[in-house]
């Protein structure tokens, strides 16, 4: 979550943000247009606009023509301060603009306009994680789906250092003939593997269109390289998780769309980013980012990535990072891939060893080889002095003469960590043992710190603490082990960042959709740590469902590449429903408290890409499938011609309510005395042309029976369907004794296991 140099509370972080948790600065208050004199009353506006059935825009000057006429005189000068910014031709019929609040007011009010709003700001939310996903060399999905060769992966994010090795294009072809994105680097820095890169930045800074998309962040640069960098060897981050790193799909295309700055990205240059790789021909989107939960018809990347769907594209998003609380989530959408965030089996590890012997395991990228291990004072910085220092911010440690020479224990509170421990440090502290708070668990942050320092679980914490209360001269000191791979007893486990479904806007779709690594991720990064000069070979390990995301674009790639004819919606199903519920040991999947995480953490569970390239059955959507459902959330006819960019009578259409969607997971609710829910299903046979399937199911607490009707689905061709219905019963006396209980129908054959995760709500 924490990059080096982070120091932003996710509080202070309102609609668009990277999921990587704390980024350098970014603040929604700079994401309007800054600046005195004339400009201060400008805003930047999206303008969604009815497509016109009698005018035939053949070109894009012509549809800007069209825009244009939307403009009141006022804004309509070729005055470079205001007027159209973005012009959008496939993720929304509409515009961008920049105008005063009554220009804006003057658009609300003309025939066509379906919707004038102020822009918002959004947010950002690996050497050893392909081997952890069993991508191996020579063997098993890699080879079947030759390294994600043909495909390209488009990264919405802060741009890209080019020159790097991970975007070496070794043994890369050239990209397929349908590719028509362009390069903005100028000569070299483009190749077969990094295919196109260009900056839409326009509404938050000054940065000209055209401009390279230099990541001047890190955060671009290490989500593209998860999802498709190439093998460098010797891959580590200050001597750590050493390793030959690579992406998911490490043959695959990449195309650059630089929507974020350090500031954060905006709504407007989001969806110009989503229009042009739409237009490019992009095979997956990856977008580490996103905002708070909204209505789709007003959610831009719900929209945005609808028109990707409608073209082929499957859109990969993180979940956010607002966990453990539930109902957190961004990116929400049925046609989007949600991805919550989990750990690796990799710890980069220290210990906290107290004077009465006790020891405590914790992470830290900065391992010191000299650091003398003799005990030391140990003491609280929380024990006295205002609240603030017993987190250690800035400043809050500054009079406490106290700390010279001694560990001082912080508690950790979602700002930054390497910040604390140069508070400890200027404060004349030796080393830091950084503690969770409760909602932390036992997540832990691999981090560049400053000192000898050592970040330990919450239970840890309050032993250290109750420690340091009752000894009569508490002391402790840190041992530094390196890099172990396969020491935790629960991996992999939710994170307490990620966030939690259930879903806000569609209750009836499970969301996550699924998680995958996104815990101390090593990853191409463009600054050298360190004391290294190396820019090409810098990496950097970071946390968050930023980091998720671009490990199951990845996988989405590799599966595209291996069935080229999959829609978005058959690689989404193939994922979720070859998912791992288990971990390494066996056991259940763990959330941040060592217990079961419970199906909104997880949603179907760990990806498990060698399974998911052949899923035996396959529940498939067509865009036009997603009708009906809008319908059924009672979206009225204009709200759905926003998203889907047709006029739509629902008084026309069967509408459906949101569980019948052909998801590839189950989310029905009993509302009051209801005693039966109903749910339909149709699953397309993409396995052995003579296949048979029965259906086991696991028991849900709270309901009588779960009839699967038919008990078997029988098979004789390839491609061929089959329906059943799910029927759900509760006889309603016994009141259940939790508001959501789950389990699952799996359809098994002797060669496939195709799990369908089922959640009940009881109202
Ligand atoms: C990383 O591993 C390689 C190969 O095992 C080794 O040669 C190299 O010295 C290692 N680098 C570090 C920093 O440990
Ligand atoms: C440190 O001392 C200065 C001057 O005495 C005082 O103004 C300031 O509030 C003190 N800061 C803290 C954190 O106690
Ligand atoms: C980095 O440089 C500093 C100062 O020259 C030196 O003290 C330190 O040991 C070096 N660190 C590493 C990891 O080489
Ligand atoms: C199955 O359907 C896909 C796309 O609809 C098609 O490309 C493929 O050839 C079909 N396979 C068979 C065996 O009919």
């Not at 960590?417 to 832990?444: F, H, P, S, W």
């Not at 003579?690 to 607490?701: A, G, H, L």
């Amino acid at each position: 979550m924490e990059d080096p140099k982070c120091r932003l509370s996710p509080t202070t972080l309102t609609i668009f943000i990277l999921h990587l948790i704390c980024i350098q600065s970014i603040s929604p208050a700079n994401g309007a247009i800054a600046g005195a004199d004339t400009r201060s009353s400008l805003s930047a506006y999206i303008i969604q606009v009815r497509k016109p059935t009698d005018i035939h825009l053949a070109t894009i000057e012509d549809l800007d023509t069209f825009y244009r006429s939307f403009l009141p005189a006022t804004a309509a000068s070729s005055n470079q301060e205001r007027g159209i910014v973005h012009s959008y031709r496939h993720v929304l019929s509409g515009f961008a603009a920049k105008l005063t609040a009554e220009e804006a007011k003057a658009i609300g009010e003309k025939d066509g306009v379906l919707s004038v709003r102020p822009e918002k700001a959004l947010s950002l939310h690996t050497t050893h994680s392909p081997d952890f996903l069993g991508l191996r060399q020579g063997v098993g999905l890699w080879k079947d789906s030759n390294f994600g060769k043909g495909v390209i992966i488009g990264v919405l994010d802060t741009g890209v250092f080019p020159d790097h090795s991970s975007f070496s294009d070794k043994n890369v072809p050239p990209p397929p003939a349908k590719w028509k994105g362009k390069c903005d680097f100028d000569g070299k820095s483009c190749n077969n593997k990094l295919i196109g890169a260009r900056s839409f930045i326009s509404s938050i800074n000054t940065v000209a269109q055209a401009d390279p998309p230099y990541d001047s962040e890190g955060h671009g640069t290490h989500t593209a390289s998860t999802a498709a960098g190439a093998f460098v060897r010797d891959a580590n981050a200050l001597g750590n998780a050493n390793g030959t790193a690579s992406g998911i799909a490490p043959l695959a295309h990449l195309a650059i769309y630089q929507v974020c700055s350090s500031l954060g990205c905006s709504e407007g240059d989001i969806l110009a980013g989503l229009d042009a790789a739409t237009e490019d021909g992009v095979d997956v989107l990856s977008l580490s980012l996103g905002g708070n939960s909204q209505p789709f018809y007003s959610d831009l990347i719900a929209t945005g990535a609808f028109a990707a769907t409608q073209k082929g594209i499957l859109v990969s998003c993180s979940a956010g990072n607002s966990g453990p609380s539930s109902g957190t989530l961004s990116n929400e959408a049925p046609w989007i891939l949600t991805v919550g965030a989990s750990s690796i089996d990799r710890s980069i590890k220290a210990t906290a060893r107290l004077g009465n012997g006790k020891e405590f395991d914790g992470e830290t990228l900065y391992q010191p080889r000299d650091f003398d291990p003799v005990p030391l004072p140990l003491v609280y910085a929380g024990e006295k002095g205002d609240p603030s220092s017993a987190y250690c911010l800035t400043g809050s440690l500054g009079n406490r003469t106290g700390l010279r020479g001694k560990v001082v224990v912080c508690d950790s509170d979602g700002t930054g960590r390497r910040d604390k421990g140069q508070e400890v440090q200027d404060a004349g502290g030796v080393a830091m043992i950084l503690v969770n708070r409760i909602d932390g668990g036992y997540t832990t942050f691999a981090d560049r710190h400053v000192l000898p320092a050592v970040h330990v679980s919450y239970a840890a914490g309050s032993d250290i603490k109750q420690y340091i209360s009752t000894a009569s001269a508490p002391k402790a000191t840190v041992l530094f082990k390196g890099t172990h791979i396969n020491g935790r007893s629960a991996d992999p486990a939710v994170t307490s960042f990620s966030s939690r479904g259930p879903n806000a806007q569609s209750p009836g779709i499970l969301k996550p959709d699924i998680i995958g690594p996104g815990l101390n991720i090593l990853a191409g990064w463009p600054f050298p740590l360190g004391n290294s000069t190396d820019k090409k070979r810098a990496f950097a390990v970071l946390s968050g469902t930023s980091m998720s995301c671009p490990h199951l674009s990845g996988v989405a790639a590799l599966l595209k590449s291996a069935h080229p004819d999959w829609s978005p919606a058959a690689i989404k199903s193939a994922i979720i429903t070859t998912a791992t519920t288990s971990n390494l040991k066996g056991q259940p999947i763990v959330d941040e408290t060592l217990r079961p995480a419970d199906i909104f953490a997880t949603g179907a569970g760990h990806v498990n890409p060698s399974k998911a390239v052949d899923p035996g059955l396959i529940y498939d959507t067509a865009p036009q499938d997603y009708i009906p459902y809008l319908c059924g959330l009672d979206y009225t006819d204009s709200e759905i011609e926003r998203i889907v960019k047709e006029k739509v009578k629902c008084s026309s259409i069967r509408s459906i309510p949101d569980y019948q969607l052909n998801y590839p997971s189950i989310s029905v609710r009993f509302d009051g005395s209801a005693t039966k829910v109903s749910v339909t299903r149709t699953v397309r046979n993409v396995g052995p042309a003579q296949s048979r399937y029965r259906s086991v199911i696991d028991p849900i607490k709270g309901l009588d029976l779960i009839g699967v009707q038919p008990r078997d689905l029988v098979f004789t061709k390839a491609n061929q369907t089959a329906s059943y219905r799910v029927d759900f019963t509760r006889s309603g006396k016994a009141k259940p004794a939790t508001p959501y209980a789950w389990g699952a129908v799996t359809w098994v054959s002797p060669k496939h296991s195709v799990r369908t995760p089922v959640v009940v709500r009881f109202a």
